[in-house]
């Protein structure tokens, strides 16, 4: 099993600039996660689906996150416009199960805007 | 307020020497306690889950417990690949979110 798959692995933008992150579940999982990690605030729950449907997307900080996920094996979160504070690791996790599952996380996004 | 607190922030330790980390919380109705490990650069690698006080799990060299109150991950004779980010997330009752703490930082010298 290839695992989460999550791309770019780095990205560098200009403040203004839009981002989108891409995500691959693991085959066979029904729920999707993203979080942000920062050394301020540690790894932070963005937004949940659960086969393919936003359930929770409390997290996201503002108008200018959304995500999408438009089938069982791709989702995207995706940022317009950017700014400095958002540079942080976005990760993407899937679980077989419900949120009391175990999650299973991918290498994550390295985002830097300048 | 935080849900979770983890201590200490960091932990150094020399390899063969045991010691424990600390997983506080707060919440009501726990339905699940986590711990993962990071390494550098890499996401969060899954190690054990615990669900009612009193429950126990080992793994090679590491030993999860769980009280109504908090957790513990015992290192026992630790080795330098042990070096990691050791993470503790819950669940709570009537929540669908993994609230995580800001983690511990261990690193086992030779």
């Known amino acids: 099993d290839a695992g989460v798959i999550q791309s770019p692995r780095h990205e560098v933008t200009e403040m203004g600039q839009e981002v989108t992150l891409r995500c691959k579940p693991i085959?066979?999982?029904?729920?999707l996660f993203w979080y942000r990690q920062t050394m301020m605030r540690g790894l932070e729950l963005l937004i949940y689906?659960?086969?393919?449907?936003?359930?929770?997307d409390s997290g996201m900080p503002e108008d200018r996150f959304s995500a999408k996920m438009p089938n069982a094996s791709f989702s995207t979160l995706k940022i317009q416009p950017s700014e400095p504070r958002d540079s942080a690791v976005y990760f993407c996790?899937?679980?077989?199960?419900?949120?009391?599952?175990?999650?299973?996380f991918g290498p994550g996004t390295r985002l830097t805007v300048l | 307020e935080d849900q979770v607190t983890q201590s200490p922030e960091a932990l150094r330790l020399q390899e063969g020497e045991s010691s424990s980390l600390n997983c506080s919380y707060t919440v009501s109705g726990l339905r699940g306690l986590f711990w993962y490990r990071q390494d550098p650069g890499k996401g969060p690698e899954f190690l054990f889950t615990l669900y009612s006080a009193g429950e126990e799990k080992e793994k090679e060299r590491l030993k999860a417990t769980l009280t109504k109150k908090e957790s513990f991950l015992h290192i026992t004779a630790p080795k330098p690949e042990d070096s990691a980010t050791y993470l503790c997330?819950?669940?709570?009752?009537?929540?669908?979110?993994?609230?995580f703490g800001k983690g511990t930082k261990l690193t086992v010298n030779p």
């Open positions: 085959s066979g999982h029904n729920s």
């Open positions: 996790a899937s679980t077989p199960g419900t949120m009391a599952s175990t999650q299973y």
């Open positions: 997330a819950v669940i709570q009752g009537g929540s669908e979110k993994l609230v």
């Open positions: 689906f659960n086969n393919n449907v936003p359930i929770d």
